[in-house]
């Protein structure tokens, strides 16, 4: 390609083939009719979360923390001085029924983890409060998950994983707003 008709922006690197570009390409042989370009994306998207997923267990194992712990105790520590939430927010910040967030503070504070407390402002209502020692842990876990994090994406650019980070926003907003939509705001 001469430099005049070069697009503007960064030279690409060389292509890069991994196991997607085989899967596609099969499916392209098998089936000319069908247009599986969402698979170029997805696939990747599906097995990186994958590969995500099996880092994050890894590193909160390290610390003694399953992912389901790790969800909790980081969304009370995202909060800020005191760390405290109730069950209800707590359900909505994790995605999970009434239930099995009861069962899981129950499991947390057992452990130590966390603690409950009367709610000052709703007599009936209580607060789930993160311990010290929940908090030295999240924050353990939460040191370890980032570092396992940098490593995945070691073959991006700052600006490249900028990029990213921007399109796959725009991807996943929809879905955020729908799931927010969806949440019950009741039952604290």
Request: negative net charge; charged residues 25%; without cysteine.
């Amino acid at each position: 390609m001469s430099r005049q008709s070069r697009p503007p922006g960064p030279v690409a690197s060389p292509p890069v083939s991994d196991e997607v570009d085989e899967i596609v390409a099969r499916w392209r042989t098998e089936r000319p009719d069908l247009d599986v370009a969402p698979l170029e994306v997805l696939s990747r998207v599906s097995r990186l979360a994958r590969h995500l997923d099996r880092a994050r267990r890894a590193a909160f194992a390290a610390h003694g923390l399953e992912t389901w712990e790790f969800d909790v105790l980081s969304a009370l520590r995202r909060q800020g001085a005191p760390y405290q939430l109730s069950p209800g927010a707590l359900v909505r910040s994790t995605l999970v029924t009434s239930g099995t967030m009861t069962n899981r503070i129950d499991r947390l504070e057992q452990a130590g983890l966390v603690q409950r407390h009367p709610d000052p402002m709703d007599k009936r209502g209580v607060l789930v409060e993160l311990t010290n020692r929940g908090r030295a842990t999240v924050d353990a876990a939460m040191s370890a998950l980032l570092v396992r994090e940098r490593e995945l994406l070691t073959a991006l650019e700052d600006v490249e994983q900028a990029e990213l980070a921007t399109l796959l926003r725009v991807l996943l907003a929809p879905f955020d707003a729908a799931t927010a939509a969806e949440s019950p705001q009741a039952g604290d």
